[in-house]
């Protein structure tokens, strides 16, 4: 079946360090991927996402590359704020038959970021 | 503003008592999903449904229920049979199509057993 792999935490940065969170995936076919974030008791929010090998998913500062050879879609910013500090979800999209796509979840990697 | 709507942000449950959690969307979309996160385990899939009046398992549905009656709703209840309830409980929708299965969340229910 579907399944994401991400590093596991907690990971702890000063203010302005460079951020690498890993994410490999197992899935059939072209999944699309995702990376969410959650901040401290609040639901998930969409941080950036790609739905094809190769592209690039960006925003506020981070990246991640849709690496079909690797497998892999790992999230990176090059200069991270005490912002940036909560809790990070690589995540899949697939068919499990017919039209459904559902999203299958990494365990998450808790960041924090010290001034 | 569109979203998604959990209630209450807290719920706290006596042993033997079955419990809802209400989840509303006015995105319009045809997708709606309920998870559990503990600590640790990342989120795993309850229920899902794709449209009114139908639903489907997910990794966990020992212990729960839902119901899809109106597009815009899909409530949890957490029956007495699920032997550890306590947990963070998301809601999520989304248009549920092959390129963009973007999934909106709500804040989240808080549900404590006592």
């Known amino acids: 079946g579907n399944s994401v792999t991400q590093m596991e935490g907690p990971v702890t940065l000063s203010e302005e360090a460079f951020l690498t969170i890993n994410c490999t995936y197992t899935?059939?076919?072209?999944?699309?991927l995702f990376w969410y974030v959650q901040y401290p008791g609040e639901g998930l929010q969409l941080l950036l996402k790609?739905?094809?090998?190769?592209d690039k998913g960006s925003n506020k500062g981070f990246e991640a590359t849709y690496r079909k050879e690797t497998t892999s879609f790992h999230l990176e910013k090059g200069s991270v704020q005490v912002s940036d500090s909560a809790v990070y979800f690589c995540a899949l999209s697939r068919s499990s038959g017919g039209s459904n796509y559902k999203l299958t979840f990494g365990k998450g990697t808790l960041l924090t970021v010290n001034p | 503003d569109g979203g998604i709507t959990q209630s209450p942000k807290y719920l706290f449950r006596k042993e033997g008592q079955n419990v809802t959690l209400s989840c509303e969307q006015n995105?319009?979309?045809?997708?709606m999903y309920w998870y559990r996160q503990d600590p640790g385990q990342g989120l795993r899939l309850i229920y899902y449904?794709?449209?009114?009046?139908?639903?489907q398992k997910g990794d966990i549905a020992e212990g729960y229920s839902v119901s899809r009656e109106k597009k815009e709703s899909f409530p949890l209840t957490v029956t007495s049979a699920q032997k550890n309830p306590t947990a963070f409980y998301l809601c999520a929708s989304s248009i549920d199509s092959p390129w963009n299965t973007e999934a909106f969340f709500g804040q989240g229910t808080r549900l404590t057993v006592v």
């Open positions: 899935a059939t076919g072209y999944p699309s």
């Open positions: 790609a739905t094809k090998a190769d």
């Open positions: 449904s794709q449209i009114v009046n139908d639903f």
């Open positions: 995105l319009n979309h045809d997708a």
